[in-house]
Antibody
Framework: QVQLQESGPGLVKPSQTLSLTCIVS??????????WHWIRQHPGKGLEWIGY???????SYDPSLRTRITISLDTSKNQLSLKLNSVTAADTAFYYC??????????????WGQGTTVTVSS | QSGLTQPPSASGSPGQSVTISCTGT?????????VSWYQHHPGKAPKVMIY???RRPSGVPDRFSGSKSGNTASLTVSGLQAEDEADYYC??????????FGTGTKVTVL
């Protein structure tokens, strides 16, 4: 059973780059058919889709974040990462990585990590 | 893209039913059958309860059901149980390899 575990710095200063990683266990990140996503939840708000990377390396990002985001895979470490640059207080949120395995179709987030909190503050 | 609109809260007594709506547009909910619902207990990973509007993953009780009409999808939880108290989010494919989530509904079992 594939499991995800996010990690990150917890606190990031405004204008800096936020870097998060998501370790994939129980399966290979380069297994065909898997889409790996980042999703966030602002305090007291709903979920917000950030973007995904396909096992092949193809990416898709939310238009409002596209200019600041990079999602990448590190197959040697079996993990995916999120880099968000020029952060502001509006990027303070709980960040999840999630996966679409295809077991229930192509658009179902059936694998989730526990999430990691990020606070942007000086 | 804007988030899908859900009521902030819903409640019911044990054994009763609650229905949560999820309103989007013709570009997301109304345009695709890829609406899913997630149950989120604080501190835990979200769990998919319904996918493709009305299908249930294995292991999800049949008390959970989904439907869609036009740009609005709905999740119904019948025979409410204490363990159903959680936050619920809808999600929809929005075309062009994009996704959108709902604003979330807190379900309280009275």
């Amino acid at each position: 059973q594939v499991q995800l575990q996010e990690s990150g710095p917890g606190l990031v200063k405004p204008s800096q780059t936020l870097s998060l990683t998501c370790i994939v266990s129980g399966g290979s990140i380069s297994t065909g058919g898997y889409y790996w996503h980042w999703i966030r939840q602002h305090p007291g708000k709903g979920l917000e889709w950030i973007g995904y990377i396909y096992y092949s390396g193809t990416t898709s990002y939310d238009p409002s974040l596209r200019t600041r985001i990079t999602i990448s895979l590190d197959t040697s470490k079996n993990q995916l990462s999120l880099k968000l640059n020029s952060v502001t207080a509006a990027d303070t949120a709980f960040y999840y990585c999630a996966g679409i395995s295809g077991n229930y179709g192509d658009h179902i987030f059936d694998i989730w990590g526990q999430g990691t909190t990020v606070t942007v503050s000086s | 893209q804007s988030g899908l609109t859900q009521p902030p809260s819903a409640s019911g007594s044990p054994g009763q039913s609650v229905t949560i709506s999820c309103t989007g547009t013709s570009s997301d909910v109304g345009g695709y059958t890829y609406v899913s619902w997630y149950q989120h207990h604080p501190g835990k990973a979200p769990k998919v309860m319904i996918y493709e509007v009305s299908r249930r993953p294995s292991g999800v009780p049949d008390r959970f059901s989904g439907s869609k009409s036009g740009n609005t999808a709905s999740l119904t939880v019948s025979g409410l149980q204490a363990e159903d108290e959680a936050d619920y989010y809808c999600s929809s494919y929005a075309g062009s390899n994009k996704y959108v989530f709902g604003t979330g509904t807190k379900v309280t079992v009275l």
